[in-house]
């Protein structure tokens, strides 16, 4: 089954062919800048790659465009839209209401539009995507994978904040967790190599410019560092993680913002970037942390934030089996990975640096020594495919 995967943004889309089947990726796309100025299509297939300044003022431009390559003679893949069998969407937020995958009808659209307030950044535009492959496909099923499908099984004590009660029944504020499709894909190849996840304890480390830690027991998430928004947890490339509220009113008053630019403000101006002033790639943090003391600051508030959670929830769990690393700076960086690691050996963690520092990227790898209690591995995501055979599974 050729399924096509779409994630949209506010301003992007990306896009996937993929062979549920095979795991085979035949097309990836990204449009850019849509409803701006200098939109363009990136492209790439087994014919090649290309880059192509393309009008979008709206989401469904950006499907025009997508479909064109697809079927084009130079760069595409398939030779009908007929080709295509169904479509899979990234939601960010299902709330409470959807904690398992589901095909779209006009019935869930309007209680996902009920849903925006959950997630106003992000919900809208996934929306729009979805509303933009109807109106360019008509005769495709559509279903939607919520991010947050994986979280619904932390408990109570987990999930509620100890604000009034009200907050939660009425208005629905509490913890629920986000990277879920990344967390639940790299568990399930952790359960593969431990030989299953039941009795199993695991954390995972999803790192990159958005960061999460989870921790899973017997396959399912217990606690997770994302809370009622992704802005919640460890430091992060422009969102600060876990702060003190108080602070967000002194913000307000310095800054003179209104609630919306202070939130603005954590999501998008903090993190590494507000540390060190200029940067929110880790790349720029690992080359320039040995000589200038705002990036090793940088470095260090990051690593220590992983190490404190990965604690954390070896306490909350009662030990851990596992420990994975995935996302950009996760599978990527050597030099994070091995401060995280630093001084862990009270958890029977017995982290082979060496090897650490030489593996070659986008393969799975054990970074833990055969007698180290706890298994270390780094493990390449793939949000995709879950995608895909989640919209394969309600659609075969």
């Known amino acids: ?3 096509l995967v779409i994630n949209a943004g506010s301003s992007s889309l990306k896009a996937q062919l993929i062979d549920s089947q095979t795991s085979k990726v035949y097309a990836k796309c990204t449009c850019e800048r849509i409803g701006l100025d200098g939109s363009f299509i990136k492209f790439e297939s087994d014919k090649g790659k290309t880059k192509q300044d393309y009008v979008m003022t709206e989401h469904t431009h950006a499907i025009k465009g997508l479909i064109e390559l697809l079927l084009s003679e130079e760069y595409g893949c398939i030779k009908n839209m007929s080709e295509i069998d169904v479509i899979g969407h990234r939601m960010l937020h299902g709330g409470e209401k959807f904690t398992k995958s589901m095909i779209v009808d006009e019935n869930l659209m309007k209680v996902l539009e009920e849903m925006i307030p959950l997630a106003p950044l992000h919900n809208p535009a996934n929306i729009l995507g979805i509303r933009a492959c109807m109106e360019a496909m008509p005769d495709k099923k559509n279903v939607v994978v919520f991010d947050t499908a994986f979280h619904s099984t932390l408990p109570k004590k987990a999930y509620m904040y100890a604000i009034p009660y009200e907050m939660y029944t009425k208005h629905q504020i509490r913890r629920y967790g986000f990277h879920g499709s990344s967390h639940r894909y790299v568990s399930e190849k952790m359960g593969e190599i431990m030989g299953g996840l039941q009795g199993k304890k695991i954390i995972s480390c999803h790192l990159g410019n958005g960061s999460s830690i989870t921790a899973i027991k017997d396959g399912k998430s ?12 460890v430091v992060m490339g422009t969102r600060s993680g876990d702060i003190d509220p108080a602070i967000i009113p002194q913000i307000m008053k310095i800054k003179g913002l209104d609630v919306d630019g202070a939130i603005s403000y954590l999501n998008k101006q903090s993190g590494l970037l507000g ?5 929110s790639d880790m790349r720029d943090i690992d080359e320039k942390c040995q000589t200038e003391p705002r990036y090793k600051l940088c470095f260090e508030m990051l690593c220590y934030s992983i190490k404190k959670y990965i604690g954390a929830y070896t306490a909350a769990m009662g030990g851990v089996d596992a420990i994975i690393f995935t996302g950009g700076i996760g599978e990527n960086d050597e030099l994070v990975r091995a401060e995280v690691m630093k001084d862990m050996e009270y958890l029977g963690i017995d982290f082979d640096f060496e090897k650490n520092n030489s593996i070659p990227r986008g393969t799975t790898e054990c970074l833990s020594k055969p007698n180290s209690r706890v298994l270390v591995y780094r493990i390449p995501t793939d949000e995709e495919f879950i995608i895909a055979r989640d919209t394969e599974m309600l659609t075969k």
Do not use: Q, V
């Open 222 to 233: 217990i606690d997770t560092s994302m809370g009622y928004t992704p802005l919640a947890g």
């Open 275 to 279: 540390i060190n002033g200029e940067s």
């Open 1 to 3: 089954m050729k399924i």
